[in-house]
């Protein structure tokens, strides 16, 4: 089992940024498939950025151009930058992770096994 611990979620102002982290208890973040999630009251799970073993990233329509994920493979974390953060932002962010996912299903939540427990961040108009 893997565990995930998200931190760097925060209270914004519009046009701001910020940077989430990922830790995971074992060394997977150079050969995993790992994910940035994130869900709102009342909302589904949606697929916000994800990054396979050889670091091609995808991205969902509506942070493409604001949010960037990346990862540093001998420190074992992964990221997510956050800029020009907007109040429909505003969501628990988890991060996930599995030993493969397939291309096309890199943003459903339900191909990845392991889970954080997510960071809050909230953005105020």
């Known amino acids: 089992q893997v565990q995930l611990v998200e931190s760097g979620g925060g209270s914004v102002q519009a046009g701001g940024s910020l940077t989430l982290s990922c830790a995971p208890s074992?060394?997977?973040?150079?050969?995993?498939?790992l994910a940035w999630f994130r869900q709102a009251p009342g909302k589904e799970r949606e697929g916000v950025a994800s990054?396979?073993?050889?670091?091609?990233?995808q991205y969902a329509d509506s942070v493409k151009g604001r949010f960037t994920i990346s990862k540093d493979n001998a420190n074992n974390i992964l990221y997510l930058q956050m800029n020009n953060l907007k109040p429909e932002d505003t969501a628990m962010y988890y991060c996930?992770?599995?030993?493969?996912?397939?291309?096309?299903?890199?943003?459903?939540?339900?191909?990845?096994?392991?889970w954080g427990q997510g960071t809050q961040v909230t953005v105020s108009s």
């Open positions: 996930a992770a599995d030993a493969w996912v397939a291309y096309s299903l890199r943003l459903e939540s339900h191909r990845y096994l392991h």
């Open positions: 074992r060394d997977i973040v150079s050969t995993y498939y």
């Open positions: 990054i396979d073993s050889g670091g091609r990233t």
